[in-house]
Structure formats: C-alpha cells, structure tokens
C-alpha cells in the first residue's frame, strides 16, 4: 500500500510542474521580455523587460509580478492600444500587504495584482484615473453609459472590456470604493486555477 501511494504522489507531481511550466511557456509564445525571478509568495515570478501587450508599463520599481498576470495583461494590451494608448503607469504590483482593514494578505503579496494610474498615447496625450474617470456611468445592459468627456469615455470603454474580456478576476475603479479612487485594480487568478486563459464569466468589480 505504501508503495502505491508512493507511486501515485510521483506521477502527480509532474503534471503540477508542467502546469506551472506551461505559463512561462505561453509567456515565451507570446515573445514577451521577461525573466525568472524568486520572491516570497509568488507562485512564478516574473520580472519584466520592456513592453507587454505592445503597451510601456512603468513604476517606481520595475514590474515583478507572478506569470498568470503578465500573461493576462500581454492579451490585455490589444484593448488598450485599441483606444489609442502606448504607455501606462502603475504604483503597485507585488508587494506584501493585506487588504486595507484586514488582516488577510492582498493578492499583491502574491503578484497577482497591479494598480494602473495612467494611460497616455500621442493622441489623447495622459489620461489619469484620479481625474478623468467619471464614476457611477453605465449598467448591466449598457457598461458604458454617457460620459461626458473624450477622457472619461476611453477609461470607461477600457474598465468595460477588461471586466467582460474574462482575464482578469477582479477590476477595480474609483466605482469600487474610496480606495480605489485613482487606480484600476486589476487581478487574476493563479495559473493553476485556470482552466483557460479567458474566464467565462465577466470579472468581479
């Protein structure tokens, strides 16, 4: 019987390997730059190197963050450079914290979640959250809704796909709380508990 169980544990373990190897993989496919980095709670690290999705994503540190999401947000970079955008700022990606007012661990202290301020293209110039975001717009039929701005429209049009697109399990806007009032959330589920890339069902927001 031990040596049964045994035997069943070794063969487990390399489809939980491939699985986790899969999603540097899809990331090589994708001929994103990036390379392997070890951090406390991320599950597959990844550091990145120049653009993803076509899009310059900058911060104060440069962009570590678990696999699962720099995949999402290199599929993600097609709707944003759709509305005319290149460039893009964030403050937050991995980094260990909780959830603001409690005591479980934010999916940032995983890297699975990224904070975005700006977006900025030769056209529409910088378009920043905490100002041209127009909060309280749209409904379950129409996301959209009537902004009253060419700003406020982009950021609305691109909160609705990212929700709908099914890469992301939760994002985030000023709607969301006063937490939020000045960044997109955007968070994804581990590789492993993926079943594909795109969910189903539209993000939770």
Not at 62 to 73: F, G, K, N, Q
Not at 103 to 127: M, Q, R
Not at 171 to 185: R, T
Not at 188 to 203: G, H, I, M
Request: one cysteine or more; charged letters at 25%; aromatic letters at 6%.
């Amino acid at each position: 019987m031990r040596i049964a169980i045994a035997a069943l544990l070794l063969a487990a373990a390399p489809a939980h390997a491939d699985r986790r190897d899969s999603c540097y993989a899809e990331l090589e496919s994708r001929h994103v730059g990036f390379k392997k980095v070890k951090k406390s709670g991320i599950a597959n690290g990844v550091e990145i190197v120049g653009a993803i999705g076509g899009v310059e994503l900058t911060g104060p540190s440069p962009l570590v963050i678990d696999c699962s999401l720099a995949v999402s947000l290199d599929e993600a970079g097609r709707y944003i450079r759709a509305l005319g955008f290149t460039k893009a700022t964030f403050s937050s990606a991995y980094s260990k914290r909780n959830v603001r007012g409690t005591n479980h661990p934010s999916k940032h202290s995983y890297g699975l979640a990224i904070d975005v301020h700006t977006f900025a293209g030769e056209e529409l110039g910088t378009v920043r959250v905490d100002r041209d975001f127009e909060q309280g717009l749209g409904d379950g039929v129409d996301c959209v809704g009537r902004p009253l701005t060419q700003a406020g429209a982009v950021l609305k049009i691109l909160q609705c796909q990212l929700v709908r697109s099914g890469l992301f399990h939760l994002v985030l806007s000023p709607d969301f709380d006063d937490a939020h009032h000045d960044h997109y959330h955007l968070e994804v589920k581990p590789w492993r508990e993926r079943d594909d890339l795109r969910s189903s069902s539209p993000a939770i927001h």
